[in-house]
């Protein structure tokens, strides 16, 4: 049985060997091949590794002695315990001429496995993943977030930081790899085969294990910070405190793990954004349950969202009764046409008059407030949106709409009169939901002050 014919799910830890043979380079002293096939003994508490060919035996031999921690890796993963185990050569192996392929040891390998190489044995995970926005990750460089990395704080600051979650574009000059775009697993690589994307990013190499991409810390080494902080949401969620306090019982090992079959104590990031249901078959396109997106300073709804929303019901109606569900999405709507009408559509119009007016720069960031509308909704509005879209009620409030309001009336309407367009604040705060700026009424003001010395004291 060849190893490229195996079953997907004996597959999915094949991102391991070349990432690390790229870095390390060829092992010195490596022993010649075997002249038969030999069973690697996996450790006494792990289940049996199945037949190494030759190929993958040499590779094995070389690195117990000069990277053991990769090997012990992958004698944990699901490739090795196949029958055929599916080693290092049958997920590096190279053509010559590929852009990364190098000599070593007298074979060609490529330095990164792609999710084009994934493909041979995933075709149908690596094509869902390609059309899904995580795909895309890495095409942010003309975006507003990486001139702010590059320009204005350093392209350093971006190898290091934006580019470690959304992917560098890996490139090789003189036959090795830049090291300002590699090592790098960021989920939108922009690989030198062409394809995007990066597996091991949720499926860490080298055991790549299903048990991790289920469990949420996986997604918050990116989906976090003030920006976009769904894993301290999640955590704070009732699904978040479900889920840490009923681990032993999420069952993760489960090789189909469906929900409401396989466990029902808590859904983690995987449960809702990807994985099956009675109605469902499991998707690697993290994004087509999703209706709104909440990225952009106005939040859109996306193409047929009522589809995508249907989908996502269907795996909340696993644990939840339907009027839940929808009273859910309700209040979600409302809290996000909320932040679009009364703060978000009016600031960004008053941006582009501004500009219009060239009161400020077309050049961003040069101009104090370019920084204040950034934050109000980059920052601000975005934890207010995703606070409600997870059930965050701190990060809905505190974190978010709070901060949204604070800094609205508190900077960036006075900076707007600062600049001279005290007409532009005039007519936002002629609109009814801003009419408390003009001064609570006097029964407004007595109630607050009987309840707080109620509750305190005077």
């Given at each position: 049985?060849?190893?490229?014919?195996?079953?997907?799910t004996?597959?999915?830890?094949?991102?391991a060997?070349?990432a690390?043979?790229?870095?390390?380079?060829?092992?010195?002293?490596c022993?010649?091949?075997?002249?038969?096939?030999?069973?690697?003994k996996s450790p006494?508490?792990?289940?049996?590794?199945g037949?190494?060919?030759?190929?993958?035996?040499?590779c094995?031999?070389?690195?117990?002695?000069?990277?053991?921690g990769?090997?012990?890796?992958w004698?944990t993963?699901?490739h090795a315990?196949?029958r055929?185990?599916?080693?290092?050569?049958a997920?590096?192996?190279?053509?010559?001429?590929e852009?990364d392929?190098?000599?070593?040891?007298g074979?060609i390998?490529?330095?990164i496995?792609s999710?084009?190489?994934?493909?041979?044995c995933?075709?149908k995970?690596?094509?869902?993943?390609?059309?899904?926005?995580?795909?895309s990750?890495?095409?942010?460089?003309?975006?507003?977030?990486?001139?702010l990395?590059?320009v204005?704080?350093g392209?350093p600051?971006v190898?290091?930081?934006?580019?470690?979650?959304?992917?560098?574009?890996?490139?090789v000059k003189a036959?090795?790899l830049?090291?300002?775009?590699?090592?790098?697993?960021?989920?939108?690589?922009?690989?030198?085969d062409?394809?995007?994307?990066?597996?091991?990013?949720?499926?860490?190499?080298?055991?790549?294990s299903?048990?991790?991409a289920?469990?949420p810390?996986n997604?918050g080494?990116?989906?976090m910070?003030p920006?976009?902080?769904?894993?301290?949401?999640?955590?704070?969620?009732?699904?978040g405190?479900?889920?840490?306090g009923?681990?032993?019982?999420?069952?993760l090992k489960?090789k189909?793990?469906?929900?409401g079959?396989?466990y029902s104590?808590?859904p983690?990031?995987?449960?809702?954004h990807?994985?099956?249901?009675?109605n469902?078959?499991?998707t690697?396109?993290?994004?087509?349950?999703?209706?709104?997106?909440?990225?952009p300073?106005?939040?859109?709804?996306?193409d047929?969202?009522?589809k995508?929303?249907?989908?996502m019901?269907?795996?909340?109606?696993?644990?939840h009764?339907?009027q839940?569900?929808?009273?859910?999405?309700?209040?979600?709507?409302?809290?996000v046409?909320?932040?679009?009408?009364?703060?978000?559509?009016?600031?960004?119009?008053?941006?582009?008059e501004?500009?219009?007016a060239k009161?400020?720069?077309l050049?961003?960031?040069?101009?104090?407030?370019?920084?204040?509308?950034?934050?109000?909704?980059?920052?601000?509005?975005?934890?207010?949106?995703?606070g409600?879209?997870?059930?965050?009620p701190d990060?809905?409030q505190?974190?978010?709409?709070?901060?949204?309001?604070?800094?609205f009336?508190?900077e960036?309407?006075?900076?707007?009169?600062?600049l001279?367009?005290?007409?532009?604040?005039?007519?936002?705060?002629?609109?009814?939901?801003?009419?408390?700026?003009?001064?609570?009424?006097?029964?407004?003001?007595?109630k607050?002050?009987t309840y707080?010395n109620?509750?305190?004291?005077?």
């Amino acid at each position: 049985m060849q190893p490229l014919q195996l079953h997907a799910t004996r597959s999915a830890h094949r991102l391991a060997f070349i990432a690390a043979i790229a870095i390390l380079g060829p092992a010195a002293g490596c022993p010649p091949p075997s002249a038969h096939n030999v069973v690697v003994k996996s450790p006494a508490d792990k289940p049996a590794l199945g037949a190494v060919n030759e190929d993958d035996q040499e590779c094995i031999e070389c690195h117990e002695g000069e990277t053991p921690g990769i090997v012990s890796h992958w004698k944990t993963s699901a490739h090795a315990r196949a029958r055929q185990a599916v080693g290092c050569y049958a997920c590096h192996q190279a053509k010559a001429g590929e852009p990364d392929a190098v000599e070593h040891n007298g074979k060609i390998i490529a330095t990164i496995v792609s999710p084009s190489d994934c493909a041979r044995c995933h075709k149908k995970e690596s094509d869902e993943f390609q059309k899904s926005h995580h795909a895309s990750a890495g095409d942010i460089l003309a975006s507003l977030d990486n001139v702010l990395g590059e320009v204005v704080e350093g392209v350093p600051a971006v190898t290091n930081g934006c580019l470690q979650c959304h992917g560098s574009r890996v490139k090789v000059k003189a036959g090795k790899l830049d090291p300002a775009t590699w090592p790098n697993t960021g989920i939108g690589r922009l690989n030198p085969d062409g394809s995007k994307g990066s597996c091991s990013a949720c499926h860490a190499r080298h055991t790549f294990s299903s048990v991790l991409a289920r469990r949420p810390e996986n997604c918050g080494k990116c989906h976090m910070g003030p920006d976009h902080p769904q894993i301290e949401i999640y955590k704070e969620s009732k699904h978040g405190v479900a889920f840490f306090g009923s681990v032993p019982e999420m069952n993760l090992k489960s090789k189909k793990w469906r929900v409401g079959v396989d466990y029902s104590a808590a859904p983690t990031c995987a449960t809702c954004h990807m994985s099956a249901t009675a109605n469902l078959p499991i998707t690697h396109d993290i994004g087509s349950r999703i209706s709104w997106t909440l990225r952009p300073v106005i939040s859109k709804k996306l193409d047929n969202w009522d589809k995508r929303r249907g989908e996502m019901k269907q795996v909340c109606t696993t644990c939840h009764g339907g009027q839940w569900v929808d009273n859910f999405y309700a209040m979600f709507d409302s809290a996000v046409n909320l932040y679009n009408s009364k703060f978000a559509a009016p600031a960004k119009a008053i941006m582009e008059e501004l500009k219009k007016a060239k009161l400020i720069t077309l050049t961003p960031f040069d101009d104090k407030i370019e920084w204040i509308f950034f934050e109000l909704w980059h920052h601000e509005g975005r934890r207010a949106r995703h606070g409600a879209a997870m059930m965050g009620p701190d990060y809905t409030q505190w974190h978010g709409f709070y901060e949204v309001a604070k800094h609205f009336y508190g900077e960036f309407l006075p900076e707007v009169e600062r600049l001279g367009r005290k007409d532009l604040v005039d007519k936002v705060l002629s609109d009814q939901r801003h009419q408390w700026k003009k001064g609570l009424s006097k029964e407004l003001r007595d109630k607050i002050k009987t309840y707080y010395n109620g509750r305190y004291g005077k």
